[in-house]
């Protein structure tokens, strides 16, 4: 495994806690080159920049980015960090978890990049259990609360690609809870179906609210067992196994209207 190249980034910025703490983890048993945003790229999902050229400097760790994790996946696949064997996403600092958050995650939204790009992906987040009274931005994280989410991506770093776990997947989405002394069991999940977001419209704002976070920092969730969520709110690493193509079945609905499209 030692001779095995990871290339690491992140949406929360490569000075992060998170993001050390994963790079000390996997260079233990990697050859570990940082490519990721210089500041907070949170929530961007696979947003890309278009126009000019993207700043990278040089950074203790690799290579900062002023720019996206899309931009810092191909930018370090396909120049920076060429023959690549694996791309590692995170930690972030908050979970990702249900299926509704995917598309939208820059954490997760690097590894599907990846995934297109032919390389085998891990995206770790970890699970913050924020009180109502406490503003997430505001919660401080220290690298050792990224302790389980560490362990849990060198392990499957180290091991996944031997086994042939990317045989059947395009990247893995794991989600683990704040290190707590004990280590936590890992399970293999599906991403949830449940989604609880809305909005409140008052005094000429809409205010969105994702009142899945309020259920979660309860410790009580509407997640059937075998799902992302359940299992982090549980106090498990969550390991989803997932495909990058957007594809779906068959649709003969839909071929009869093309059929008798007036062309």
Not at 10 to 16: L, P, T, W
Not at 202 to 221: F, P, T
Not at 238 to 248: C, G, N
């Amino acid at each position: 495994m030692a001779d095995v190249s990871i290339l690491l980034t992140n949406d929360d910025g490569i000075d992060s806690p998170g993001f050390r703490a994963l790079y000390d983890a996997l260079s233990e048993v990697a050859d570990v080159t940082a490519v990721a945003p210089a500041t907070d790229q949170s929530a961007v999902g696979r947003a890309i920049s278009l126009s000019g050229g993207i700043a990278v400097e040089d950074h203790e760790l690799g290579y900062a980015v002023d720019g996206t994790p899309s931009d810092c996946v191909i930018a370090g696949l396909e120049e920076l960090v060429p023959g690549t064997d694996v791309l590692v996403s995170g930690c972030n600092k908050g979970a990702n978890l249900g299926a509704y958050v995917l598309g939208r995650s820059g954490t997760v939204s690097a590894a599907v990049e990846a995934a297109f790009l032919g390389v085998p992906a891990i995206a770790t987040s970890m699970y913050v259990p924020i009180e109502e009274d406490v503003a997430f931005h505001e919660f401080e994280t220290a690298p050792e609360d990224y302790a389980e989410a560490a362990s849990a991506t060198r392990y499957l770093a180290e091991h996944a690609l031997d086994v042939g776990v990317f045989d059947h997947a395009d990247y893995l989405n794991v989600n683990a809870p704040m290190h707590a002394g004990e280590p936590a069991e890992m399970e293999i999940t599906r991403p949830s179906q449940v989604y609880d977001h809305d909005a409140v419209h008052e005094d000429g704002q809409v205010r969105l609210v994702d009142r899945m976070w309020e259920q979660m920092a309860s410790g009580e969730v509407p997640d059937p067992e075998g799902t992302d969520r359940r299992a982090v709110v549980e106090g498990r690493v969550s390991v989803s196994p997932l495909t990058a193509p957007h594809t779906t079945r068959h649709h003969e609905a839909l071929d009869a209207l093309a059929e008798t499209y007036p062309a």
